[in-house]
């Protein structure tokens, strides 16, 4: 395990709409697994076995992000992104970590664990509460949240990830000569607006080619989780 310091329009348009769609996200709510990994990491490649095994359970929705802050062993990322990192950086307080390390897995935004150990995170799946906030409905180019009660609020994030498994290799620092195998790799992450509270909505960008779509209702700062779906 590696570790390293701190671094730093509407629901009310379309009633019908939002009367059917999330009793059909409410059946599809799953647990958010989201791993923080990096190729220039010796000890992530067991952890990234594990998501793409969490990725095949319908209940839960596995995420893969992809961090820099390794980069500097003789190996960039290729999928890494400052603002995967900066997300993993925010966690940690409200996780009570010292700093981000990897591999890192957390479940719903509230409860963490080392990635390479699968019946740890397995138990830690099981022994989390299920999300519990706003009705969501997802459609092409729009999400709409649904009303709940109001206790700070919560950020609406958008994730747009590959659902394949991608096997990159790696010619140079710590996993030098390996082929390492990713699943549900986040390509793009995006803050799309505040949820008060009351039923609202956003407009999703373009769909992406070959990429899916996730839309997570989050406390800010690192907290918990509400709802989540994916397409």
């Known amino acids: 395990m590696k570790y390293r310091g701190i671094i730093k329009t509407t629901l009310l348009s379309s009633l019908t709409v939002a009367a059917a769609l999330p009793a059909v996200a409410a059946e599809r709510t799953p647990t958010v697994v989201e791993l923080f990994t990096s190729q220039g990491c010796s000890s ?6 594990n998501l793409i095994k969490l990725s095949n359970r319908s209940d839960v929705l596995a995420l893969s992000f992809s961090v820099t802050y390794w980069d500097y062993l003789g190996w960039k990322d290729t999928y890494g992104k400052p603002e995967f990192t900066q ?14 390390y990897t591999p890192q897995m957390v479940v719903n ?5 080392v990635g390479n150990s699968l019946p740890e995170i ?4 099981s022994e989390t509460p299920p999300l519990n906030g706003p009705a969501l409905a997802l459609s092409r180019d729009r999400i709409e949240v649904g009303a709940g009660p109001e ?3 919560a950020d609406v994030w958008l994730v747009r990830y590959d659902p394949q ?4 290799p790696v010619a140079r620092g710590e996993n030098t000569g390996s ?3 990713h699943a549900h790799v986040v390509r793009r992450l995006e803050r799309l607006g505040h949820w008060s509270g009351e039923m609202t909505s956003f407009t999703l960008p373009g769909q992406q080619p070959g990429l899916k779509t996730a839309v997570l209702v989050q406390r800010p700062n690192g ?9």
């Open 151 to 153: 206790t700070g609020g």
């Open 165 to 168: 498994i991608e096997a990159v």
């Open 223 to 231: 907290g918990a989780i509400l709802s989540a779906i994916t397409d």
């Open 109 to 113: 935004g509230s409860a963490t664990a």
């Open 87 to 100: 997300r993993q950086v925010t966690y940690e307080p409200s996780l009570h970590q010292a700093g981000p």
């Open 179 to 181: 082929t390492l195998q």
């Open 44 to 49: 992530c490649p067991p952890a990234n076995v």
């Open 122 to 125: 397995q138990q830690l799946i």
